[in-house]
């Protein structure tokens, strides 16, 4: 059965790189001046294959950074065109917009995440949603949602172990890190939505080679944390496993102080070192 992927112009770096026969490619036609917006910035959506995707399997690709505000804007658009022809699509998100809005931490702020999800599932009847290391993962609503969360973590291990040859420990930067993956590290606190505060545990790293492991790379100020702590303990080298290259500015910090930087493609980024597609292709095909 053949699948048809429509890519949001975030994500069409992605699909480029898919090669499969069980898949065929959609993409959103421009408007009459070859453009994707309007002069005014609004976003323009036209996908003329609509009708014909009927009573087809659909999966809409996104990436949500950079530009989350605008990409949600076209998903949507997106998907009210499938929805006016009754189609029932799955979406995969290589990155989830709005991932750390995943909880509340004052009156008066929302989930983001989760009503996000809620009214893909809801308002616009998606059937499945594909999500790559969301940082709301293993959060407990997450399980009352046709959700699949994909880690590329042991991936990323296995890279880095191929390329060091040597012992390696790996380490979350925060108990929200041990929670998505499993892996040990530092208690971090959250203090609120843009401060932390990170306290060691009993771990000797002095003379070792010291991987962590993360989800998002923004600012870049817990992964910096990490390091300082980690050379202050006499760490001998200090590598970063990142899935989602969220911030640019922080991506070159990170790459400023540690040994090594492993970054995925979730997000277009010329840092990124490791190719997701192939991820995409089997777990869209599974």
């Given at each position: 059965?053949?699948?048809?992927?429509?890519?949001?112009?975030?994500?069409?770096?992605?699909?480029?790189?898919?090669?499969?026969?069980?898949?065929?490619?959609?993409?959103?036609?421009?408007?009459?001046?070859?453009?994707?917006?309007?002069?005014?910035?609004?976003?323009?959506?036209?996908?003329?294959?609509?009708?014909?995707?009927?009573?087809?399997?659909?999966?809409?690709?996104?990436?949500?950074?950079?530009?989350?505000?605008?990409?949600?804007?076209?998903?949507?658009l997106i998907l009210e065109?499938?929805?006016?022809?009754?189609?029932?699509?799955?979406?995969?998100?290589?990155?989830?917009?709005?991932?750390?809005?995943?909880?509340?931490?004052?009156?008066?702020?929302?989930?983001?995440?989760?009503?996000?999800?809620?009214?893909?599932?809801?308002?616009?009847?998606?059937?499945?949603?594909?999500?790559?290391?969301?940082?709301?993962?293993?959060?407990?609503?997450?399980?009352?949602?046709?959700?699949?969360?994909?880690?590329?973590?042991?991936?990323?291990?296995?890279?880095?172990?191929?390329?060091?040859?040597?012992?390696?420990?790996?380490?979350?930067?925060?108990?929200?890190?041990?929670?998505?993956?499993?892996?040990?590290?530092?208690?971090?606190?959250?203090?609120?939505?843009?401060?932390?505060?990170?306290?060691?545990?009993?771990?000797?790293?002095?003379?070792?080679?010291?991987?962590?492991?993360?989800?998002?790379?923004?600012?870049?100020?817990?992964?910096?944390?990490?390091?300082?702590f980690a050379k202050k303990?006499?760490?001998?080298?200090?590598?970063?496993?990142?899935?989602?290259?969220?911030?640019?500015?922080?991506?070159?910090?990170?790459?400023?102080?540690?040994?090594?930087?492993?970054?995925?493609?979730?997000?277009?980024?010329?840092?990124?070192?490791?190719?997701?597609?192939?991820?995409?292709?089997?777990?869209?095909?599974?």
């Amino acid at each position: 059965m053949t699948t048809y992927i429509i890519s949001t112009s975030k994500a069409q770096y992605l699909i480029k790189k898919i090669k499969e026969k069980q898949i065929k490619a959609v993409f959103p036609k421009e408007n009459k001046r070859g453009e994707r917006q309007f002069l005014d910035k609004e976003i323009y959506v036209k996908i003329p294959e609509a009708e014909r995707l009927k009573n087809k399997r659909v999966v809409i690709l996104h990436s949500g950074a950079p530009d989350p505000n605008e990409g949600i804007i076209e998903l949507e658009l997106i998907l009210e065109i499938l929805k006016d022809y009754d189609i029932r699509p799955e979406v995969f998100f290589s990155y989830f917009p709005y991932s750390r809005q995943d909880k509340v931490f004052e009156k008066g702020e929302t989930n983001a995440a989760l009503s996000l999800i809620k009214k893909l599932i809801t308002y616009y009847l998606v059937k499945k949603i594909y999500v790559i290391d969301p940082h709301f993962g293993k959060r407990a609503w997450i399980n009352k949602y046709p959700i699949k969360a994909i880690s590329v973590v042991e991936e990323m291990i296995e890279r880095a172990k191929k390329d060091f040859k040597e012992d390696i420990l790996f380490m979350s930067p925060d108990k929200g890190g041990k929670r998505r993956t499993g892996i040990n590290g530092l208690k971090k606190k959250r203090i609120n939505d843009c401060k932390i505060k990170i306290s060691s545990k009993e771990i000797d790293l002095k003379g070792k080679t010291i991987a962590v492991v993360d989800d998002i790379i923004g600012s870049g100020a817990t992964l910096i944390k990490f390091y300082d702590f980690a050379k202050k303990c006499k760490a001998k080298k200090v590598i970063a496993l990142i899935t989602h290259g969220v911030i640019s500015e922080g991506i070159k910090e990170i790459k400023k102080k540690y040994s090594k930087l492993y970054l995925t493609n979730t997000i277009n980024r010329k840092e990124a070192n490791i190719d997701i597609s192939q991820i995409i292709v089997r777990n869209i095909l599974d």
